[in-house]
């Protein structure tokens, strides 16, 4: 599968984003998606997830009330709603997905990843 993500940007503290992640290929509903993000100088590290079904939904400890994820399998879309943003939310954001229709933190599961987007979040 393909993935292109977009809706980064630049905001204010305490603004909202949404990102979205478009993909191509068939069977987009067996896959596990993510967020990931990436700060200067930082190492990659998991956001949000979701199961193909969209019932399981982990999110790291930094974004948890803040962010949502969600997917339309019939579009083949995945989502990141984010509110409240700090500027330590500052990254560029990577959409990725797995051939494994649950859903994990680890980075190696997943097989395909976006672009990445920018996002940055001004005091």
């Known amino acids: 599968v393909q993935l292109q993500a977009s809706g980064g940007g630049l905001v204010q503290a305490g603004g909202s984003l949404r990102l979205s992640c478009a993909a191509s290929?068939?069977?987009?509903?067996?896959?596990?998606m993510a967020w990931f993000r990436q700060a200067p100088g930082k190492e990659r590290e998991f956001v949000a997830g979701?199961?193909?079904?969209?019932?399981?939904?982990p999110y790291a400890d930094s974004v948890k009330g803040r962010f949502t994820i969600s997917r339309d399998n019939a579009k083949k879309m995945m989502y990141l709603e984010m509110n409240s943003l700090k500027p330590e939310d500052t990254a560029v954001y990577y959409c990725?997905?797995?051939?494994?229709?649950?859903?994990?933190?680890?980075?190696?599961?997943?097989?395909?990843w976006g672009q990445g987007t920018q996002v940055t979040v001004s005091s």
């Open positions: 990725a997905a797995r051939t494994v229709t649950w859903v994990t933190r680890e980075e190696a599961a997943f097989g395909s």
């Open positions: 979701i199961s193909w079904s969209g019932l399981s939904t």
């Open positions: 290929g068939r069977s987009f509903s067996n896959y596990g």
